[in-house]
């Protein structure tokens, strides 16, 4: 079967090639793509920053909605014409992460949309065990929004947070938005810190707290609005220098930092805030299973305002040009490439 | 009352001195002090990197055992004659760490013998609820090894280390050494990684697997001998980039880290490894009432070998010449003062 797609072929650049798709293998469906995301990671690779892991002739794309057009001989829970998402993650079943139940962070972990085939193309074959099924009141361009809201339930699920503490997110992003809203809705109070002023007037008129690290000392209002307690939970979503020096100043005697952002370097941490207070400091990489049926119980709830959260829905056919545009735009949030919806 | 005590001049001097002690205020206790361990923070002191916190009239010392010799009007549950240690924290009791319960890291902590009064004395009145009595069978110089065993025992309690898990321990000084048997007597697998060969050596001595980080690459050997899975528990104990390092590169996927060292700067971190292995920092400092409580039942059944651990006393008199030894003998591990036992 033909299926359009888009093909990262290096420096900054897609073609929209036509791609003999063979039917579903016998644990497999094939999915109509609706939407797809683009994520961060993806923007990383569009800048070729990953070539290695990539290579030059792949369909990427994971933050997806679709809708099942076939299934597997052996696949029997699920149905063509279902609407569904995907949760890329393909784990070997055997190392000492999978061993001891931590499958998402599986040491060979094969990322469905980086290191096999994607979501950037209208017929797509995955496993079935990735599969969430959707309801049907759900948007499909909403639903695409599952893959990364469920990173930001995984985060809060890790920092464990609870009704009324006071949290900070550093970094306003469209991740850092989500860890906020999701944060907010489990009952805390929430800050964001964020440079751009745009993206601090989005989260304003989500009617978030904000701060710019840049002009205010974001660790001493953070510390003056609780008492001298500080932030029960600082989420670092920056990736930055400056964010690694603002976790800790932030961060309440005791306080959880989660670790969302990828962090390039080894940046200059205050290890002596750690021992001193005794902070914590704990990863969170992608969701598990349970994240993922949160996300979407969440976006049903009307959790995320998806409709100013989706700041762009370009055709498959400008993916070239939705990239330019968000590499060039950092006051954007999600720009969605719809396929076949 | 006449006490002969140590007092700090600065530089690294003491005079000894004979002071006044007035007899104990209502709610506190005069201690007979028997022996006073030299604490790294100590060493810290003497070498002048303390002044302005310390002063340079101040009698130090924390790490102490004695006897109970006069009792204030308000105490009724101490006796004259009692054998006792001190857990030498003395918080505000107001601030937002002690609201939350954890007032071994109030915000205004007195650390009693380094912000206040000291054991190397003959006389020491402390507050009465500072204090642990001691079974009559332990001995009064392996009883001074309570306050840093408890240091110990709190880390370890901090990862919440279990039979069977795999553990690092980075720094083999006293207090590495005791973390590594209070966890080894948790049913773990410890391995010390020291770069001083006699450290090393009387690690071995004492049952561990050793590493030194210098002529190994101590990560790969322990990835080695957990069939490629890591150390379930890391406790960096070095205050060293180079432990700062090994302690993300050691670790298991979902690996604790505990931070028990003292960074001075702050050094270069991989916080990627914390994103990708969800790795967790876990800061551990002082103790609690339990640890203490703890430390005396590990004492008292034997975990520490006291006299191979004590490797020298020295009386009160002696005290310059003890901080001298100690400050250029990276081998030893811990001198006792021997006050008036």
Chains 1, 2 share one sequence.
Not at 104 to 120: R, W
Not at 253 to 277: C, E, S, Y
């Amino acid at each position: 079967m033909e299926s359009k797609a888009a093909v990262y072929r290096g420096n900054q650049s897609f073609s929209i090639d036509k791609k003999q798709i063979s039917p579903p293998a016998a644990d497999e469906v094939q999915i109509d793509v609706a939407y797809c995301g683009i994520c961060g990671t993806d923007l990383h690779i569009y800048l070729g920053h990953m070539d290695e892991r990539v290579g030059v002739e792949r369909t990427i794309g994971h933050e997806m909605s679709g809708t099942i057009s076939e299934v597997g001989r052996e696949v029997h829970h699920l149905k063509k014409g279902q609407p569904v998402v995907v949760r890329p993650l393909d784990p070997c079943g055997s190392c000492p992460a999978c061993a001891a139940g931590h499958e998402h962070i599986c040491h060979s972990l094969n990322f469905i949309g980086i290191d096999t085939e994607g979501a950037f193309q209208q017929k797509w074959n995955v496993p079935a065990d990735t599969i969430h099924k959707l309801p049907e009141s759900l948007d499909l361009a909403h639903a695409a929004l599952i893959e990364p809201l469920a990173v930001a339930c995984h985060s809060v699920n890790r920092a464990n947070v609870k009704r009324g503490e006071d949290v900070l997110v550093i970094g306003g992003g469209p991740i850092g938005m989500l860890v906020a809203l999701v944060a907010r809705h489990a009952g805390s109070n929430v800050t964001i810190a964020e440079i751009n002023s745009n993206r601090q007037s989005y989260a304003a008129k989500l009617g978030f707290d904000t701060g710019n690290p840049d002009t205010t000392d974001v660790a001493k209002s953070m510390h003056a609005k609780t008492n001298g307690k500080g932030a029960d939970v600082v989420f670092e979503v920056s990736g930055s220098q400056a964010g690694a020096e603002l976790m800790t100043q932030a961060a309440a005697t005791r306080g959880r930092i989660v670790m969302v952002a990828i962090h390039a370097t080894k940046p200059n941490v205050d290890l002596f805030q750690f021992f001193w207070r005794e902070l914590e400091l704990i990863g969170a990489r992608v969701y598990r299973k349970e994240d993922y049926d949160e996300a979407m119980q969440l976006l049903s709830a009307s959790v995320v305002d998806c409709d100013s959260f989706i700041t762009d829905i370009k055709p498959l056919e400008d993916i070239q040009s939705a990239f330019q545009m968000l590499t060039a735009n950092p006051n954007a949030m999600k720009t969605m490439i719809k396929i076949s919806a």
